[in-house]
């Protein structure tokens, strides 16, 4: 699911044809067992491990998931990323309920469909947050319950159902994978009755890990079949061992590792020292690796439609290394939402009445109403129908705040109607006393008139969070 480098001969990721082979050798496609209970809550943490962040998909039936803990990915690729994805994968996604949405059961339910012209659509959402990683000395665990689509043989042919993190320099870059690393807790393909667990890194192609294979194993789901039951996919990162270690399970039973020698620098430290991971849900039609299973191009005439992947809960769980980082609180504040019409771009502008984000979350500010937080590098938010009238603006001012630590700061920037185009104004700002200690911070801007989609982009040499906004606003 992730885009491919740039250098031309790479392939898209997650391509793992190595294992085509063995699969076809072992593979079980019977739907043996019974299912097993269609809902469970999130697991209570075990003793000495921490809740950091979950969600329970208990929303009333036919609405999207939550604003607060997903954003949902549209269209077929990022904006300047690689087409479909960078992986080959045919469908477009979408925000609409058909595709993506609770099923009022305790379940997010993911579903690809097709058109009467034969044109697929299905969902993509990824964590707001992306700073998932293991404390110094501790242990992260990704978990998720999920049931694979429900579909097997030559209906199943070009499905890709997925649960996975990506390095948080992905966002606004979209071309430094694998090195960013890339952590597959469950993939896959064509209604094979097999789990994958996966890990990319390094450099493509070859590199440490392998690429554009990466280094990866699978087994059968445990009783039932994936297709049929639920079952519980784990990813363990242990940064309390030495050599550190990766670990896959499938309803507790580990199947993968990977150590942290098996890496080696400098590409372990390129995947472990940024700011952590989003986790991703999506289930693809086509590309590289079901159609390297299947050894022909997927999805074909006889392939069904609607078959859902459902998801009753995902949790990041922490064990030792220190106090967990600050998890959201289970009913957010209400965001401002976003106007519908012009917005005075000489007027001040709530910073979280963005259209649209990429990797902040909003919180309640000190001075009252809301800020956008957890801003760091790549993250950016969306302002649409900015009207600047005929006369420029001189400069802009933005009302922020930041806790960061020593030696962290980063660039607040104005960008107009991309967030890849070159900045028109920005400010550096690095700790202001307190992540609600509040300060008004000027930047200059080149002239714009008219009415215009500005971007704040948010630039960092860190890794760190490093800015807290509360609202801005242009002057003449």
Not at 192 to 221: D, K, M, S
Not at 277 to 290: I, R, T
Not at 326 to 343: E, I
């Amino acid at each position: 699911m992730t885009p491919a480098p740039a250098a031309p001969a790479a392939l898209p990721p997650r391509r793992r044809l190595r294992l085509v082979v063995a699969l076809v050798a072992t593979v079980t496609t019977g739907l043996a067992g019974v299912a097993v209970s269609a809902n469970a809550a999130v697991p209570a943490p075990a003793p000495g491990w921490s809740l950091v962040w979950a969600d329970d998909f208990t929303g009333a039936a036919n609405t999207l998931p939550s604003a607060a803990n997903w954003i949902i990915d549209t269209g077929t690729s990022y904006p300047g990323g690689p087409p479909n994805w960078g992986t080959g994968e045919i469908q477009t996604y979408t925000n609409s309920t058909a595709n993506v949405s609770h099923d009022g059961a305790g379940n997010l339910r993911i579903t690809p469909l097709r058109d009467s012209a034969g044109r697929w659509t299905s969902a993509r959402i990824e964590t707001v947050r992306s700073n998932f990683k293991a404390p110094a000395g501790g242990v992260l665990a990704i978990e998720g319950r999920l049931q694979m689509p429900n579909v097997t043989g030559d209906a199943a042919l070009g499905y890709w159902p997925a649960f996975w993190s990506l390095g948080s320099p992905y966002r606004g870059n979209y071309h430094n994978w694998p090195g960013i690393g890339e952590f597959d807790v469950m993939e896959n393909v064509n209604g094979i009755n097999q789990v994958w667990g996966v890990l990319h890194c390094g450099v493509a192609p070859g590199g440490p890990c392998n690429e554009n294979n990466g280094l990866g194993n699978f087994r059968t789901c445990p009783g039932s079949s994936c297709q049929s039951a639920f079952h519980t996919y784990r990813f363990e990162w242990d940064a309390s061992v030495s050599p550190q270690q990766l670990r896959w399970y499938v309803d507790g039973q580990q199947y993968h590792t990977v150590t942290q020698n098996q890496i080696g620098e400098p590409y372990w430290s390129q995947m472990t020292s940024h700011a952590g991971y989003f986790l991703l849900l999506n289930v693809a039609m086509g590309g590289g690796f079901p159609n390297g299973v299947a050894g022909f191009t997927t999805p074909t005439a006889a392939t069904v439609p609607g078959r859902p992947m459902l998801v009753d809960y995902v949790a990041v769980y922490q064990r030792g290394g220190g106090t967990p980082p600050t998890t959201p609180p289970t009913t957010p504040p209400t965001t401002t939402p976003p106007p519908t019409g012009v917005r005075d771009a000489y007027s001040t502008i709530q910073a979280e009445s963005f259209n649209a984000q990429n990797g902040v979350t909003v919180e309640a500010c000190s001075e009252g109403g809301q800020n956008i937080a957890a801003v760091g590098n790549g993250n950016w938010v969306r302002f649409d129908n900015v009207d600047f009238g005929s006369t420029p603006p001189r400069d802009f001012v933005a009302r922020v705040a930041s806790g960061a630590a020593g030696g962290v700061s980063g660039l607040v920037e104005v960008r107009l109607d991309s967030p890849t185009s070159p900045p028109i104004g920005s400010f550096a700002v690095a700790n202001t006393g307190g992540w609600q200690s509040w300060r008004s911070v000027p930047g200059n801007v080149s002239s714009v008139t008219g009415r215009r989609t500005v971007y704040l982009t948010f630039t960092s040499g860190q890794p760190a969070d490093f800015v807290n906004v509360n609202w801005f606003q242009f002057r003449r």
